[in-house]
Every structure is written in structure tokens, then in C-alpha cells.
């Protein structure tokens, strides 16, 4: 840990910290008050019986009750701090403490809201949570601002959601979800994973159209539940990775459903996650459409076999128990093979050159990336990186979760990358200052209006011009 203090840190630095991903721990009883304004009572009785991560409303009746350390996800050793998660006013008063400038909150609770099965109480709960969390936050805009959660198992809510979150309720941040579970195909299997951006069940051109009209970002802060993911009991297991598995699902997805391609003004973020997965994904894309693009497809087409030669190599080099099967393997390589639909599975990303990935990828997409994770220098890594490229990483705090024990010591851990000479102090400006403009300013020049950062903000886009 860094000899020095968050605030001393911040104090040092000639650039502002933005903290991209703080979070809130609700107050469950008022969440549930506007609940019953939004929707009823009715409502809110359904909402007691659903599976959602609650706090201290938890009890063996509780569908979400367990016996294992799962139950155990929020801080309790440091009353304060957990006192600061849940009450605005007590956090805008220490952001000082903890070095943070300007602080986007995300929700707890609140995640599961867009997460629900049941399509009525979907609705209702992110009405509910959004006016919660606006009236809430609101009279401390100068130094916070909260994430509106979008429900997405369609576009038409999610449209509508978008639409009263920002034009009524005035929230510049939105959470959507990455995934949708759908029934099985026929009635029978197991259920589909919808990724929304490839192979959907819906056109989701509209929900992104929406999100450049309205100048916010799409940010995703969703885990994966596919394979092994949350299939035991032991809560490390199921969480190590699990964030990073649900950004890099998504993103993929994106990417090759041609999202990023036709919407060029579009910026994404893929949130406590970290960068690693985003690396290797990058790499990786290059590496697949260098050998499977439109052009390069056909040299795995069976048709291009001549069978005739690979058996006279099977006569001349073959052991004896392969020239055995001599017939069979005359048979197998002359037989005629059934084509293939969609052979170019990069149809919707119309790349010329491999470095098109600098505008596709690299430009549109920003990670989330924890103070304690070392992880994060490799998105600075320009030698390794193909062409050069730095992805955009950006700080988020996690701060009212488990992994911070600590919120005035969460900056120090990150400037321990600088003070340990792997990051750069001009890559740690970035980190927590400049890619975080990029993204919400990006979209809305005007996101840090009125806020104690105005100028700054300002001078930074003016000179990344």
C-alpha cells in the first residue's frame, strides 16, 4: 500500500479523478416505497418474492436466502463507509477524503431490477429504482451522478425506459443488460442465452440508435450465468472472472454484429470486469479475420481438396495402418460436402485492413478496471499491443462492495501502478481522468456541466481535438 493518502495523492496531481464506477447500497424500505408509487402494493409483494440480492430484508423464507458465504456481499467491519454507500449526503461530504473529484454511481440492489423474468415487475422495479436514485442524488450533481438501470428484454422497453430516464427524470448515465435468458428453441432444451447485438430475437439497431440521440453511453455492469458460472455453492469460485466473462459475452457480440460499424458515434463501457479479457479479445479478433475474413474464408473449403493427391501422399507416406484405410479415406475426402449459409463470419464488420480494428474497437470500447487490479497496465501496453494501441481502461472504485474495505485507500492502490514504475503517470491520467471524459463526454459535451470539474473537463476535450 502507498505510504501516502488518497486525498494527498489527488492533492499532487494537476488533473481531476473521476471514479467511473462507485456504487450505492440502497435503502431496500425506500426503493420499495417508490415501488408502491410506481406500481402498487401489489407490486411490491411480488417484489419481496423475487430472487434479488436484498440487504437485512433477508430471512430463511427469502428466495435468495442461502447458508454459504454468498449472503456475505456487503461491508460490515467499517460502519462508516457502509453508511456511506447507502446515504448520499455522507458520500458527497468524503469524497474529498477519498481523492475523488466526481464519482458515477451504480446500483447494488438495483442491478437485479433489469434482470427480472417477471415482465411487469421488470418494468415497474427500474421506474421505481430510476426515481429513487434521481430525487436522491439529485441536490449533490456537482460531485455525483447516478446510473439509470434499462430493462432490455426487448427494444420497446428499453426504448421507453431510456427515453423517461433521461428526457424526465434528467440522468445522464444508463446500465443496460448484456444478456437475455430466452425460452428453448421448440419448447425443449435447455434456455438461450440473447446477446442482444448477434443473432438476437430482436433488432436492437433501435435501442442503440436511442442511446447516440439521447448522448448517453451504453454501459453494461452484467455477469455471465452460462457453463459453470454460478453452479456452486463456494461464492469465490462463482465470482472470480464472472464480471470480465459477462463484459467480454457482450462485446464480443457487438463487435461482430457489426454494432460498433454502424454506429461510429457510439461509446460502450463494459464495467468491474478489468482489461485482461478486453486484450486478449483484441487480439484475438485480428488473429481470427486475418485467417477467416470474406477473402480468406475459402481456403478451408472441403471442395479445394484434391483428394487424388493426398492419396497418392497416403501411398508414399502413410504407416501401414493408415494405407488399411485407404478406401475409406478416398471416400471420406471425395465425397461432396454440403455448403456452408454464412461462411464469412465477419459479414457485418465490412473490415479492409486488420489495423480497422483501431476505429471498431479499440474507439468504441471502454473497461472498468479495480484500483487493486495489476492487470490494468496491460491496456497501456503499446509494444504488445497490435498496432500500438492502448484500450481505455478506467477507474472504477467498487466502493460500498466487499472488495474495498477501505474507500479513503482505494485511489493510494491505484497510484501503487505509478509508485511501482508499471504505469506511467501520463497512462494513470488517462486511467482515471481523460479515458472517463472520452466516454461520457464523448457522447454529451455537456455530462460534467455544473459539476466541480466543468473547466477542467472543458480544457481536456479542447485539447484532444
Known sequence: MSKLTSARIREDLDHPIIDADAHAVEATPVLL????????????????????????????????WTKDSGSWVWPTRNTLDRA????????AQRLDEFGIDFALVYPSEGLFANQLADDELRVACCRAYNRYIADSYRPFADRMTPAAVIPMNN?????????????????KVVVL?????????????????????????YDYDPVWAKCV???VAATFHSSAIYGSRAQLSNYVYNHIGVLGAGGEAICKALFMGGVTYRFPGLNFAFLEGGVGWAVSLYADLIGHWQRRNGERIGDFDPANLDADLFMQLVSQYGDERTRAHEATLREMFSRPQPAVDNPDNFAAVPMQR???????????????????????????DRRTNPFGAALRAVFGSDNG?????DMAQVVAEAWELVERDVMRSDDFRDFMFANPVRLHAGMNPEFFAGTRIEQAVRAELVGSR
Request: glycine share 6%.
Open 354 to 380: 486488420a489495423d480497422d480494428m483501431l476505429e471498431l474497437f479499440v474507439d468504441r470500447f471502454w473497461f472498468g478496471c479495480e484500483a487493486d487490479d495489476p492487470v490494468t497496465v496491460h491496456a497501456f
Open 177 to 201: 443488460r448484456s444478456h437475455i435468458t430466452r425460452p428453448p428453441l421448440n419448447g425443449s432444451g435447455p434456455p438461450r442465452l440473447d446477446l442482444l447485438a448477434l443473432e438476437s430475437d
Open 155 to 171: 427494444p420497446a422497453e428499453a426504448i421507453a425506459e431510456l427515453d423517461y430516464a433521461v428526457r424526465t427524470l434528467g440522468l
Open 213 to 215: 440521440e439521447l448522448g
Open 33 to 64: 416505497d417508490y415501488l408502491a408509487d410506481v406500481a402498487g402494493s401489489a407490486m411490491v409483494d411480488r417484489y419481496r418474492r423475487a430472487p434479488v440480492k436484498r440487504q437485512f430484508l433477508l430471512d430463511p423464507a427469502d428466495p435468495y
Open 84 to 91: 456511506t454507500a447507502t446515504l448520499p449526503s455522507l458520500y
Open 401 to 405: 462492495h466487499w472488495d474495498v474495505p
